[in-house]
């Protein structure tokens, strides 16, 4: 924004981007929802959406059906289909790709293997690619409005692929398809699972919110105060390292008794005397065991569960959130071991602290992390709709 801008530019401003994120958040809406909830009056509010629909982002138009007497009041709508992000994924086994329009709506889709190898270029040229093969099916006269990449602790950490590097090489790749605006704008897999809960699924109206993802390793999104906290340099959340048994196994990072070495995939299957070689469906073989009776693999599930409680107690005494989420393998060894679990809450976290905590599964499955990344996408459209939908 130029120093020149006057104060009734920019107000003017604030309001089309909080207008607009509510369309996108909460889909289509009657202009006297808005004058409600946006504490503007009526003839705001339709100066406001005209500028919108005269830029392309929204359509106004009548309701499809009231079931109401009277003049019905005008809905607006995303323009879902012709305003779009690309969300990505870069997870350890797979590379996910969608184009999502404004409003959260997919409207394609691909997944590919991650190449093998500790090399990150063909991993960077398989993302490019998939986004390519999207981008044939596009609209003529779609706008892209920008991408997001999620990108998972383990390979951020087991691969030692920095940010530094993911995100610059990844930019210079797609620059040439997708322009100077598409990003990509990078986020940890926990974190931006934890924007898109707290956006559209299972912590929505919650500002203060953890998401607890499982894969190789462990790792925390965490909402503060309605703020993502990622620390200096995006590394903060990284709970699976958090100490909690001095005496317990060796972690890969180096350290001892790290968090991850009792409830991460690898302890769960070491506990219950298995070895799974599939990534990701291991943990879900232990549980389905446990369920089916073998002892080993019960014990070996509530272990792993009462370790869970032990470290959200902790993360609830620090964070006091209202809702606690468990995804990826955290999902299943929850669902198997939800006792233990509250029973360390209710023994270890403070009263004040458990006393207004919900503990959840993630609304928007496997796909949280993506949704997120979609998120990270709009958001310079949503910050600043005129000056994003121009450039
Ligand atoms: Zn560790």
């Known amino acids: 924004m130029s120093s020149s801008t006057s104060p009734q530019e920019s107000v003017r401003r604030q309001n089309l981007g909080a207008l607009l ?16 909830r946006l504490g503007l009056n009526r003839s705001t509010i339709g100066a406001l959406t005209a500028d919108l629909a005269t830029a392309g982002l929204v359509d106004e138009g009548v309701p499809h059906e009231t079931g109401r007497a009277g003049r019905p009041s005008i809905v607006v709508r995303p323009r879902s289909s012709r305003v779009y ?27 590919a293997q991650r190449p093998p190898g500790p090399d990150p270029a063909p991993t960077i040229a398989a993302l490019v690619a998939l986004v390519a093969d999207m981008q044939r099916s596009a609209p003529a006269d779609a706008v892209l409005v920008g991408s997001g990449l999620a990108v998972s602790g383990s390979v951020r950490h087991n691969l030692g692929w920095a940010d ?20 990509p704008f990078l986020g940890g897999t926990a974190d931006l699972a934890a924007l898109a809960e707290h956006t559209r699924g299972a912590a929505t109206g919650a500002d203060n919110v953890i998401y607890l993802h499982g894969d190789a390793g462990i790792s925390a999104g965490i909402i503060a105060g309605g703020r993502r906290i990622t620390g ?35 302890a769960l299957l070491h506990l219950a005397g298995r070895t799974v070689p599939t990534p990701g469906a291991a943990v879900a073989a232990a549980v389905q065991a446990a369920q089916d009776g073998n002892p080993d693999a019960q014990a070996a599930v509530a272990h792993a569960a009462d370790w869970l409680g032990f470290g959200v107690a902790n993360l609830v005494n620090i964070f006091n959130p209202t809702v ?18 509250r029973n360390r809450l209710h023994t270890m976290a403070l009263p004040a602290c458990r006393a207004h905590v919900a503990l959840h599964t993630p609304q928007l499955g496997d796909d949280a992390p993506l949704v ?20």
């Open 232 to 266: 200096y340099g995006g590394h903060g959340g990284e709970v699976g390292h958090m100490v909690v048994h001095p005496e317990g196994r060796l972690c890969g990072c180096g350290s001892r008794g790290c968090w991850e070495t009792e409830i991460g995939e690898r």
């Open 324 to 341: 606690v989420v468990f995804g990826g393998t955290l999902s299943e060894l929850y669902l198997a071991g939800a006792d233990h679990v």
């Open 85 to 111: 992000g690309y969300a990505l994924s870069l997870e350890l086994d797979r590379l996910r790709a969608a184009r999502v329009g404004l409003g959260g709506k997919v409207l394609d889709g691909r997944t």
């Open 21 to 36: 994120r509510y369309i996108h958040v909460r889909g289509a809406t009657s202009r006297a929802e808005l004058t409600n």
């Open 164 to 183: 530094e590097t993911i995100e610059p090489e990844l930019a210079g790749a797609l620059y040439p398809r997708l322009g100077p605006s598409a990003g």
């Open 372 to 391: 997120g990344a979609a998120e990270l996408a709009f958001e310079s459209l949503l910050s600043d709709p005129l000056y994003a939908a121009r450039s």
